[in-house]
């Protein structure tokens, strides 16, 4: 997976898949306390399943680049339209904030540091944004496959998104899929640390492949950090 993000090839598909380590890893007792965070995300409600797959926290936050300031936003839930999300949409759904100590955290800080960056170049006259940072883990167990995506091909009804993979653990599935007018155009599954997937939600929809456990003894789990954005100004 290449390490830079390409201007040039970004606008010419809408879309980009990256691995950001090398841009984001600075300290690796940050990098450890960042993975550990996504051990205390609490169970997604909205799930009706009887297995529950969907732990989350959520939180928004406005951006200016005149001030260089990021601005947390109170916690008013998430909303997407019936349109975006045949499950989900028109309802409010409330999650967790994130904690401090993840958003605190150089690592996390620097993920969105670098997605605030890239949007620059994508958008150089951009000045105000809202960010939405989404903090998920699937879990699977034998028989029972996590569904990252149970609302099926989507957009999320921003402007771009930055989908981070944070870690796999005793997984198998979950690619990421693009679509571009109703048909798949490109399928990656998502391995290492910070391999990283920048799509322009306007112009194409997405998708994630349910994921399974490879030892049936053990659980799985596949951990994400979402960043939506929205331009303002
Ligand atoms: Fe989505």
Redesign the pocket.
């Known amino acids: 997976m290449k390490n830079n993000f390409d201007l040039k090839e970004f606008k010419k598909k809408n879309y980009s898949i990256i691995n950001i380590s090398s841009n984001v890893l600075k300290s690796k007792k940050d990098t450890k306390t960042l993975l550990k965070s996504w051990d205390n995300l609490k169970l997604d409600i909205y799930i009706k399943n009887k297995f529950k797959y969907r732990y989350r926290a959520y939180s928004k936050f406005s951006y200016s680049y005149e001030d260089k300031l990021l601005n947390k936003l109170k916690n008013q839930g998430f909303n997407q339209s019936k349109k975006n999300n045949i499950l989900f949409g028109n309802v409010n759904r409330k999650f967790s904030d994130i904690s401090n100590l993840t958003l605190e955290n150089s690592i996390f800080k620097n993920i969105i540091n670098y997605d605030i960056k890239i949007l620059k170049k994508i958008n150089p006259n951009i000045k105000i944004v809202t960010l939405g940072i989404h903090q998920i883990r699937i879990k699977t167990k034998k028989n029972n496959p996590g569904i990252p995506?149970p609302e099926g091909v989507?957009c999320?009804g921003h402007n771009y998104?930055f989908q981070h993979l944070i870690y796999k653990k005793n997984v198998y599935g979950g690619l990421t899929v693009l679509f571009k007018n109703n048909l798949p155009i490109d399928a990656k599954s998502m391995d290492d640390f910070m391999d990283t997937v920048v799509v322009n939600d306007k112009k194409l929809m997405?998708f994630a492949t349910p994921i399974n456990v490879k030892n049936e003894k053990n659980h799985g789990y596949r951990d994400m950090l979402l960043v939506d954005f929205k331009i303002n100004k």
């Open positions: 995506a989507h999320d998104l997405h």
